[in-house]
């Protein structure tokens, strides 16, 4: 098991796995309106079995070398994660996502789990591309990828049915030496 610490203010980046599911549950049905606002995120998680399924299905990516979830938790309660939706070693591509429950919002956490994230895909596995995908609305989302230094590569125009209305969809990316460079110039910013 791993917990990483994500600052001073008892947030942590930990495996978000099956046995996890009645915590799961809870933190999304404090959250699922929030979260569903732009992503069906877990919408088959209405139940303990469902939660667990959901966690299973990413514990098999993980497993699968596919994909992965990781939970992020705010003084010891779950509050939102950050995840590789997809993960080719091979091509060395990738995709990340989050989500969070509102009373995760406005503290940074997604940006500091994401880091943590994207290191580990650049410096330990090798990734070359990392890919941001989300709906045009979804300006939270938007934000965090802007901020991490991503870049808007295009717009999927109306390439996402989601609740009755087909929604345009932002492709951001970085690129290893990108990332690199963003966290040096970052790190010689801070002394």
């Known amino acids: 098991m791993y917990a990483i610490s994500l600052g001073d ?6 495996p978000l796995e099956p046995w996890n599911a009645e915590e799961f549950l809870a933190h999304l049905e404090r ?21 667990r399924e959901v966690l299973q ?9 596919t994909g992965s979830l990781h939970g992020i938790w705010q003084d010891g309660r779950l509050v939102g994660g950050v995840l590789f939706l997809n993960f080719d070693a091979e091509q060395a591509n990738c995709e990340v996502g989050c989500w969070l429950e509102p009373a995760g919002t406005g503290r940074g956490l997604v940006t500091r789990a994401m880091r ?16 941001w995908v989300a ?3 979804n300006t939270n989302s938007l934000n965090v990828a802007r901020r ?7 717009v999927r125009r109306e390439a996402y049915p989601y609740r009755g209305v087909r929604h345009d969809l932002e492709v951001w990316s970085v690129l290893a030496q990108e990332w690199r460079a ?8 801070d002394h």
Do not use: C, W
């Open 116 to 131: 943590v994230l994207i290191d580990f895909a650049v410096e330990q596995r090798g990734m070359h591309r990392l890919e």
């Open 31 to 51: 959250g699922r309106a929030f979260i569903n606002e732009f992503i069906p995120f877990a919408s088959k998680a209405v139940d303990v079995t469902g939660s």
């Open 57 to 65: 299905r990413y514990a098999d990516m993980r497993a699968a070398d």
């Open 148 to 154: 991490l230094g991503f870049t808007r590569d295009g």
């Open 135 to 137: 709906s045009a609305g």
């Open 182 to 189: 963003a966290r040096a110039a970052a790190a010689h910013n």
């Open 9 to 14: 203010d008892g947030a942590e980046l930990r």
